[in-house]
């Protein structure tokens, strides 16, 4: 079984500031997807960025990268210049890649990241 | 990113009644669509998975009878909650999943279910 921590329940970040959202993760599968996503209080899920395990190339988005370290499990967000509607709560998630089709996402627990203007 | 469109977005019902939530991928065909129910200030819980022409596969502890899914097309899935009780009350979420090699899981922007 997988398991994905957040151990951040909450953070706030100045405006125009640049602030890393934490992550590790179990597995024992040799290949698997992370992802980042960001629930703003309108509670619409949104994919923020994803991240092939077996690239290490780290991906990134516009003002958003991670920092994928597969040998720690560790899959941090970094977000650069923060905006206003950066606040939302930030969720981690793995999937297996084996077949990963019916296979479900493994959620953390959440960051609530708050930007301060 | 792609769309998923969830309907109603809230529903007020009394005890006893059912009510049905659609679920919608606009843009690409899903054969994997999912159901969650998120508690306030909590993560999403996974109730069940569907994939299209099968039944679903729920998760421990969601009843079958009670939370009916039916994945009937490529694009839509629906829940309906049966003989809905004031503890239904809840915020549903769809989900629809891109198949190979993305895996990209695209959400609904949720069901608000208020059952008085």
């Known amino acids: 079984a997988q398991t994905v921590t957040q151990s951040q329940p909450e953070m706030s970040v100045q405006e125009a500031e640049t602030v890393t959202l934490s992550c590790t993760y179990d597995t024992s599968e040799s290949n698997y997807y992370l992802f980042w996503y960001k629930q703003p209080p309108s509670r619409q899920m949104i994919l923020v960025i994803r991240?092939?395990?077996?690239?290490?190339q780290n991906a990134t988005e516009n003002r958003f990268s991670v920092n994928f370290q597969k040998a720690a499990k560790s899959f941090s967000l970094k977000i650069s210049d923060s905006q206003l509607g950066d606040t939302a709560m930030y969720f981690c998630a793995f999937i297996p890649d084996s077949g990963a089709g019916s296979y479900q996402l493994t959620f953390g627990k959440g960051t609530k990241l708050s930007v301060i203007p | 990113g792609a769309v998923v469109s969830q309907h109603p977005s809230r529903v007020i019902c009394k005890s006893g009644t059912s009510v049905k939530i659609e679920c919608r991928s606009l843009d690409f065909q899903a054969t994997t669509m999912f159901w969650y129910r998120q508690f306030p200030k909590k993560s999403l819980m996974l109730m069940a998975t569907s994939n299209e022409g099968s039944k679903a596969t729920y998760e421990q502890g969601v009843e079958k009878d009670k939370f009916l899914i039916n994945h009937a097309s490529l694009t839509l899935s629906t829940l309906t909650v049966t003989s809905a009780h004031p503890e239904d009350s809840s915020f549903y979420i769809c989900s629809a999943r891109r198949g190979y090699p993305s895996y990209e899981q695209y959400f609904g922007p949720g069901t608000r279910l208020t059952v008085t």
């Open positions: 991240q092939e395990a077996y690239k290490q």
